[in-house]
């Protein structure tokens, strides 16, 4: 069985904070794939980051990074400098050949 | 707007009543997915189809719902005789996979509301 775990259910900073979201999940296949997705208050899933499980490498993209180590199986990702507009609901999810599963998500808010 | 698209947006039923809600993925996409996301938690898989077949339901997916892609291109859930506990919001997602690989990137569209009275 395939799980994910966001164990962060709220998360407040204020504006220019760093933040690290967590995310650990559970698998026995090899071959699988992470993703991150946003979730902003109007509702649509935004895709942030896909990651196989065979690139450990770590990612930057602006203000965002992602972590991903396989020993720990966590795929972490934390935003520089954040800003009111992060605010939303973020998700972690894993895929394997059969479905794909969602951790129940971490809201994060940032004040001005 | 090339995105997925879904349709209506929200939908406001009687409990025993029949609804039908509509996909329209990225046109090129190959795979079409539809997952169900309650109030405070992450979407759920239901089901999935590749082209027109389709290949995976979850156990979620109780006899009340069917769905169909019967041209390969826009897909339909219907869900018969709504129960209250079918109130969430339906999230319809594409991809793009080629041959032997496992699932790439999902994209979704903005979601059905469904509220049963």
């Known amino acids: 069985a395939q799980k994910v775990t966001q164990a962060q259910t709220e998360i407040s900073v204020v504006e220019k904070e760093d933040v690290t979201l967590d995310c650990v999940y559970e698998?026995?296949?090899?071959?699988?794939?992470l993703f991150w997705y946003k979730q902003p208050p109007s509702g649509e899933l935004v895709f942030l980051i896909r990651r196989n499980s065979f690139d450990e490498q770590n990612e930057i993209s602006g203000r965002y990074s992602w972590n991903f180590q396989k020993s720990t199986s966590s795929f972490n990702f934390t935003i520089t400098a954040s800003q009111v507009v992060d605010s939303a609901v973020y998700f972690c999810?894993?895929?394997?050949?059969?479905?794909?599963?969602f951790g129940a998500g971490t809201r994060l808010t940032v004040k001005p | 707007d090339t995105g997925v698209s879904q349709d209506p947006r929200h939908k406001i039923t009687k409990r025993g009543q029949n609804v039908t809600f509509r996909c329209d993925p990225i046109?090129?996409?190959?795979?079409l997915y539809w997952y169900r996301q309650t109030l405070g938690q992450g979407p759920e898989f239901l089901t999935y189809f590749q082209n027109e077949a389709q290949l995976e339901k979850s156990r979620l997916l109780s006899d009340r719902f069917s769905a169909e892609r019967p041209k390969g291109s826009f897909s339909t859930l219907e869900i018969q005789r709504t129960e209250q506990g079918d109130s969430a919001m339906y999230l319809c997602?594409?991809?793009?996979?080629?041959?032997?690989?496992?699932?790439?990137?999902?994209?979704f569209g903005p979601g059905t509301r469904l509220l049963v009275l």
């Open positions: 698998t026995r296949d090899t071959t699988y794939y």
């Open positions: 999810a894993l895929s394997e050949i059969l479905d794909m599963r």
């Open positions: 046109s090129e996409h190959n795979r």
């Open positions: 997602a594409s991809s793009l996979v080629g041959t032997g690989e496992i699932r790439e990137t999902q994209y």
